[in-house]
């Protein structure tokens, strides 16, 4: 049963450009959460998704960022027109019934 | 409402000395807590978790950590401090309602050969 996978590992992008990270959850989780860690800062609660639902956004920037979790494939986060303070890491975690995180590996975005 | 206070953002230890991470919550229910460490470069992975049966939990590497209601506190503790424990350490509690899980800040942990 692999764990949570994100990719890419590394994303680097020119501002102005959009930045897609990807999370597929374990096997069964339907329960996806988005976090941002910035240096020397804990991670920053951004969204929490369930299959096809948003069920909490209250950590997501009104604009630019969004995020999907469709019926089928991986959750998607984005991020549009990116500025270097969006230079970040990106850790995505799932849950099977929201009891407990298991967490990728995270996405490190530089811009540029 | 809930909240992670996480009171040392460093803590620097000897190898083979007692390591204390402490961590004060608040929450509106009854919560879940953990604690889960992050390597460098690497995803967080849960050392132990708290949720309403035994006051001391065990975890992983050595490390426990004792649920203190009436001080709202979660410290992580581990007799004897191993290199391959510097780590970045992070509380986490969840109130058990709404699946939402709310992170303290950090402590990085240093062991000094």
């Known amino acids: 049963n692999a764990g949570v996978m994100q990719n890419p590992r590394h994303l680097v992008r020119r501002r102005g450009q959009e930045a897609r990270l990807r999370c597929s959850p374990m096997k069964g989780h339907s329960h996806v959460y988005w976090y941002r860690q910035l240096p020397e800062e804990g991670l920053k609660f951004m969204v929490y998704?369930?299959?096809?639902?948003?069920?909490?956004e209250s950590g997501m920037p009104k604009e630019r960022f969004s995020a999907e979790f469709p019926k089928e494939g991986p959750s998607i986060l984005r991020i549009q027109q990116v500025v270097r303070g969006d230079s970040a890491a990106y850790f995505c975690?799932?849950?099977?019934?929201?009891?407990?995180?298991?967490f990728g590996s995270g996405t490190q975005l530089s811009v540029l | 409402a809930q909240s992670v206070t996480q009171l040392d953002s460093h803590v620097s230890v000897s190898e083979g000395t007692p390591v204390l991470l402490r961590c004060n919550y608040s929450s509106s229910y009854s919560p879940s807590l953990f604690w889960y460490v992050q390597h460098p470069n690497k995803g967080l992975q849960l050392l132990l978790k708290y949720t309403s049966a035994a006051t001391l939990v065990k975890g992983i590497n050595g490390f426990e950590a004792e649920f203190k209601k009436s001080e709202t506190s979660f410290h992580l503790t581990k007799p004897s401090a191993h290199m391959s424990d510097a780590a970045e350490y992070f509380c986490v509690v969840s109130p058990n309602t709404g699946n939402q899980f709310y992170f303290g800040t950090g402590t990085s942990l240093t062991v000094i050969p």
């Open positions: 998704l369930q299959k096809e639902n948003i069920i909490d």
């Open positions: 975690a799932s849950s099977l019934t929201g009891e407990k995180l298991f």
